[in-house]
């Protein structure tokens, strides 16, 4: 098993800034891809980012793209996602999720993650 704790969420004002990070333990952390969801009110869960089990990979929902960065330091069992010029769009609460890094394919897929953390929430005013 790994657990997951997001962290770093909170209210923010328009073009501001924060930084989530993604806390594991359990498992060799470095065995998962790690992907960033959120869910806004009344909406469904959606990818905002993933990241391959060491790192070389990354991928951005549209939306983000230029404006969200992630990474990961597999010795500190964390991943992070750097979100910059933030919208009122952007609110919803924020969950990592972790797969195993042998799964292929799209990282957009709920059903593929295991193991799920419970979220942070993000608000951005205007």
């Not at 991928?59 to 230029?66: F, I």
């Not at 609460?93 to 195993?100: D, E, K």
């Not at 042998?102 to 990282?107: D, N, R, T, V």
Request: net charge neutral; proline share 3%; glycine share 10%.
């Amino acid at each position: 098993q790994v657990q997951l704790e997001e962290s770093g969420g909170g209210l923010v004002q328009a073009g501001g800034s924060l930084r989530l990070s993604c806390a594991a333990s359990g498992r060799t952390f470095s065995n998962y891809d790690i992907t960033w969801f959120r869910q806004a009110p009344g909406k469904e869960r959606d990818f905002v980012s993933g990241i391959s089990w060491r790192g070389s990979r990354t991928y951005y929902t549209d939306s983000v793209k230029g404006r969200f960065t992630i990474s990961r330091v597999n010795a500190n069992n964390t991943v992070y996602l750097q979100m910059d010029s933030l919208q009122p769009e952007d609110t919803a609460v924020y969950y990592c999720a972790a797969r195993p890094a042998w799964k292929s394919g799209s990282y957009q897929l709920t059903a593929d993650y295991e193991h799920w953390g419970p979220g942070t929430q993000v608000t951005v005013s205007s």
